[in-house]
């Protein structure tokens, strides 16, 4: 299997998206959004965007951490292909010849899904993030908040990472939190817990 999912943390990374229609904006704005740092190679100048002209494109592929490819221009996203050697490159025109896909996403609080198809069908990925959507529920979204308050107390409590995975999972199991969670009552849950490791 060629491809890997990877969640990379973007906070103050260096991105240069070559194209400025609408697939390099979506691209821009998605990596805005997460904090990187995002120059967009194009000789129009757009509002709300860093722009900078294409003659200037080989400096800017110099810079950045992560080239992202995306204009209609096939001979123009080769030449910015080839610049970016070995760096982290997204084609959005032709997957194969980039080492990054951007998949399709949804988060719920924290829990975050990326749906990819390999690049056979954008459309089915888009289709199949709301059917998954709709299986997970408030009670899932509780739980992960719940293991996380379970799992930062017993790091101070045991030092065997084994013996801690027993009591997530015990934790996870328990009738009693289970119920707690269906009724929205993270509370009730959280003081259980607190309860359950005093013994
Ligand atoms: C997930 C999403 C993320 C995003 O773009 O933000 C995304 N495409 C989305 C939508 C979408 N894209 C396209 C359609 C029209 C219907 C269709 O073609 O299916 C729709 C549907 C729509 O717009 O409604 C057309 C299209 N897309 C690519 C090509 C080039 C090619 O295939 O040659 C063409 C043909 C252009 C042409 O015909 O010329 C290529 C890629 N698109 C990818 C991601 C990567 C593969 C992901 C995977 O394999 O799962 C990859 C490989 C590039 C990459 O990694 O960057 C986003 C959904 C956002 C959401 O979830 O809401
Ligand atoms: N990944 C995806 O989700 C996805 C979706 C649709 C299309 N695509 C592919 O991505 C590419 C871009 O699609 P789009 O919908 O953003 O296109 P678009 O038609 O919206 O935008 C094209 C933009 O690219 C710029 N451009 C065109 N030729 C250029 C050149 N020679 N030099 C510099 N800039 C140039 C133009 O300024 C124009 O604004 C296409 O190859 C398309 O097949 C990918």
Redesign the pocket.
Known sequence: MAWIPIFLNVTGKKIFVLGSGE?AR??AK?FIKAGAEVILGSNKSLRNFNTKPLHEMEKWIKWADIVIVATPDKYLNEKATKLAKNKLV??????IKGNI?????FSINDIQIS?????????M??YL?EKIKSCINEEDVLNVELQNYARKKIKNLFNDHRERKKILYKLFNDKKIKEYLKDGNLEKAKNYVDKLLQR
């Open positions: 697939v979506r691209r998605k997204n084609r959005a025109d032709d997957l896909a951007i998949p399709s996403v749906i990819f198809t390999k690049g056979k069908s954008p459309l990925a888009k993030k």
